[in-house]
């Protein structure tokens, strides 16, 4: 039975949505596909993981008068399509548990599975909060802090980012219990306080799909879950359950010792004293005195990199190291041209902010070198 005859972009590029959630090795088979829907003249495409749903709409000129749904392995579908020349006719037939796919004189048959059996995330009740934002304010948030989530930390509640909304402000905090990112942004109405955490992979994903345009984003926090709905995608994921650390008591204030510095060249000096860095340890010392800031690093073959930044600073001295990793991430991450350091003493924590702008504040503890 003939489903669909459409160009390859129409059913490449919602795939291509889709499938950045898909794994290829699940113990269930049927999370290794996508769900493929026609109703009227809209084409969806959803796919899952159990944790996170994407779905994603496109509109096809074709009138098929009859709906359909099929199941088909999502990654070895998006290969054969980007395989397909450019603008080649694509048709899809489904013969009993099968899906071939037809293009000039190629032909491909892929297995289908049942899709009764395609586990979609419950809907929730009404959402308990709602806000709309531009795409690209949301995703320069993530950009801010998701470097500094822990990867896989048997604190779970790590492994993701907090969303909070807190009176007209929505404030996103990310950290592994070495180093912290904080940022805000302000809405234009007041919100009752709603916090979640969301896990590692949406948080990937959602700043992935997101664009760089004034376009809007609708952000529901429901009940267990939070949905975004932007572009044509709508992006369902559950929240992790589990307590947030207090971020403002990790927040230092009152630094005397402090610089400003630009962000760049910061930057082009730490990556090249970081190739001489241990490998293991990736320790970097910060010596600051008046008017110089010396930064070094040692293996252990007793290789070593210096380098020294003017910097306008006239308070005590002070000999501070750090896994330069950390410091790496925030200022490859930040696009303001000039960073402020902030410091107490050898065992205290560093605050890392942009001048005049309260916004955005990145903690990083010291490591001993």
Known sequence: MKLIQTDKDTLLKPLQTVTGIVERRHTLPILSNVLIERKNESLS?????????????????????????????????????????????????????????KAGKSRFNLQTLP????????????????????????????????????????????????????ESYLKVVATDGHRLGFALIALQALQEKREVILPRKAVLELAKQLNDSEEPVTVEILQNQIR????????????????????????????????????????????????????????????????????????????????????????????????ITYLLDVLTNLTCETVQCSFGDASSSALITVPGNDNFKYVVMPMRI
């Open 115 to 166: 899709v009764e059996d395609f586990p979609k995330l419950p809907e929730s009740s009404e959402p308990q909060a709602k806000i709309i934002l531009q795409q690209k304010e949301l995703k320069n948030l993530l950009f801010l802090v998701q470097y500094a989530m822990a990867q896989q930390d048997i604190r779970y509640y790590l492994n993701g980012l907090l969303f909070l909304l807190e």
């Open 228 to 323: 975004f709905t932007f572009s044509n995608i709508v992006l369902v994921s559950k929240v992790v359950d589990g307590k947030f650390p207090d971020y403002n008591r990790v927040i230092p204030s009152g630094y005397q010792k402090q610089f400003n510095v630009d962000r760049l060249l910061f930057l082009q000096t730490l990556q090249r004293a970081a190739i001489l860095s241990n490998e293991k340890f990736r320790g970097v010392r910060l010596i600051l005195t008046t008017g110089n800031l010396r930064i070094v690093c040692n293996n252990s073959e007793q290789e070593e990199a210096q380098e020294e930044l003017e910097v306008q600073y006239d308070g005590e001295a002070l000999d501070i190291g750090f896994n």
């Open 45 to 101: 495409f959803m796919a899952t993981d159990l944790e996170i749903q994407i779905t994603t709409c496109t509109q096809d000129s074709e009138v098929v008068k009859k709906g359909f749904s099929v199941t088909v392995a999502a990654k070895k579908l998006q290969d054969i399509l980007r395989a397909l020349p450019d603008k080649a006719q694509v048709t899809l037939e489904a013969e009993e548990n099968r899906l071939q796919v």
